[in-house]
């Protein structure tokens, strides 16, 4: 069975080899495991669910060499002073070998993994924000909000400290239905 760095490692790869932003890269990796029915110990967090598992794998990978991390300063500081950054990650030459003994040697799980990986892109490839906005709305559905209008889902997100509107929820339902991780798809007003 793939450690969670594997599935990173993967999904990275599965991604083109690169994805920018932890935000992008935590959403992702949370549908991923959610296609592969692999928990990855997401928790509510204020981004929407957060893998503390996911985010360890990736100083583990950085450190070990498999993936370089870029720090992208934005010409911006938030509140508190500090600048506003982001974090990109893609595959070293190590990575790659990586992931060539990985589909070797485990070519079911890292087929799986790709697989979960490309039906994420077909069915949108959306920014940090949506992709944000989709996994806050899936997690309410798993909760049991399944089925529900756009106005209680945005009610529920507030509950979490997450804002998000009607119209946000019915684009993320959208995704969510095209990844057949909902039944239902509520529209605007119902």
């Avoid at 589909?103 to 490309?118: F, P, Q």
């Avoid at 804002?163 to 605007?188: Q, W």
């Amino acid at each position: 069975m793939l450690i969670p760095s594997n599935i990173v490692l993967l999904s990275i790869e599965a991604f083109g080899g690169s994805i920018t932003g932890k935000t992008l890269l935590q959403k992702r990796l949370y549908f991923v495991s959610k296609l592969i029915a692999r928990d990855m110990g997401y928790r509510a967090h204020y981004y929407g669910p957060y893998s503390d598992t996911v985010a360890a794998a990736l100083v583990q990978l950085k450190n070990l060499g498999f993936i370089e991390e870029e720090v992208v300063g934005l010409g911006s500081t938030n509140l508190t002073g500090f600048e506003v950054r982001r974090f990109d990650y893609r595959l070293s030459d190590a990575g790659r070998k990586a992931v060539a003994w990985l589909k070797a040697n485990y070519s079911d799980e890292a087929a799986s993994i790709t697989g979960a990986s490309r039906r994420l892109l077909d069915a949108g490839d959306l920014d940090y924000v949506m992709m944000s906005v989709a996994a806050k709305a899936h997690w309410i559905f798993e909760r049991g909000a399944d089925p529900a209008t756009p106005a209680q889902i945005a009610e529920e997100a507030s509950t979490f400290s997450w804002t998000i509107s009607e119209t946000e929820v019915c684009d993320a339902v959208g995704f969510l239905k095209h990844l057949n991780l909902v039944n239902s798809y509520p529209t605007r007003g119902t």
